[in-house]
């Protein structure tokens, strides 16, 4: 059963941004048919349907493949903000990296507060720096398609660009790494609780919401014509700054808070509830 609040009504969008996991997605990680037809209906149309996820694009490829949504016109936000991508091309058209000297210092924050760690690469890699590996980034490495590789230290890694670092860890350890989090760090990336299990760190721009709004302008919709739907911390941005932020009914409840609409959860196609009911003509 969906819910409707603050004053939401119909308009003519242009853009859906939406997140993948929790989102377009079953717990079990399958698109459903109703989902699938209402989302390739509105693409039909002419409006733009953009996948938007912590994953690199290699993680939502099968995704992009099952909907149909990968010709040259198609666009899908990566690493939570750090890339916008044409589908069909692997060079991003906008860009947010962090460096090597940020790995340094995150890992090392990481192993000074007890927490593990993991560095997600521009090209889809994932590097840890203990042998003692989270299985939450064994299980993060199976879900997006990444390999994991394994390097004593951070020096050890490499010299690279880093799309985002994350801590990956049991619940109860990132909440009390989170309360000894430095304010300078905090000041100095975008800090997100994105999942139960995961913390990220990024550039301080490199937001869903941000990189939707620079996509929307390089497309020549206006913001008041997209529409966002997700359902964590990650999603916040893009649900705020979109004409029609939407949460899902298993969203957590900030982002409920700050949301326009709340429809059905993704166990029952709330997703595709409100594509048809605010874009399908």
């Known amino acids: ?15 859906i941004t939406t997140d993948i996991d929790g989102t377009l997605l079953t717990n079990t990680k399958k698109i459903t048919t109703h989902t699938k037809k209402a989302l ?3 693409r039909q149309q002419g409006v733009y ?19 149909g949504f990968y010709r040259a016109d ?7 903000g750090g890339q916008v991508q044409r589908v069909t091309e692997t060079t991003p058209l906008f860009s947010k990296m962090l460096t090597t000297e940020d790995f340094v210092k995150l890992d090392q924050l990481s192993h000074q507060l007890g927490v593990r760690g993991q560095a997600v690469t521009p090209d889809g890699n994932i590097y840890v720096t203990t042998p003692d590996v989270s299985p939450v980034s064994v299980m993060d490495s199976y879900f997006t398609k990444m390999p994991l590789h394994v390097r004593e230290n951070a020096q050890a890694a490499g010299v690279f660009d880093l799309a985002k670092y994350m801590w990956a860890d049991e619940a109860s350890i990132l909440t009390s790494a989170i309360s000894k ?24 721009r490199a937001t869903k919401g941000n990189t939707m709004l620079e996509l929307a302008a390089k497309l020549g919709i206006k913001p008041a014509e997209v529409m966002a739907v997700g359902d964590q911390n990650n999603d916040l941005t893009m649900i705020k700054a979109a004409g029609l932020g939407v949460a899902m009914g ?25 594509v048809e009911k605010y874009v399908l003509n």
């Not at 349907?49 to 909907?67: A, D, F, I, N, W």
């Not at 990336?189 to 995961?198: A, G, I, T």
């Not at 982002?255 to 029952?268: I, L, P, R, S, Y």
């Open 1 to 15: 059963m969906e819910t409707f609040h603050k004053g939401a009504t119909a308009m003519a969008i242009k853009m």
């Open 40 to 42: 390739q209906m509105a």
């Open 49 to 67: 349907v953009v996948l938007c996820s912590g994953r690199p694009l290699v993680g939502m490829q099968e995704y992009l493949t099952e909907l």
């Open 74 to 80: 198609d666009y899908a936000i990566t690493f939570n």
């Open 181 to 204: 989090l430095p304010a300078d760090i905090q000041e100095s990336y975008y800090c997100v609780h994105s999942e139960e299990w995961f913390f990220e760190f990024m550039h301080p």
């Open 250 to 274: 298993n969203a957590n409840p900030l982002v409920k808070e700050n949301a326009q609409v709340v429809t059905a959860d993704n166990e029952h196609e709330g997703l595709a509830t409100a």
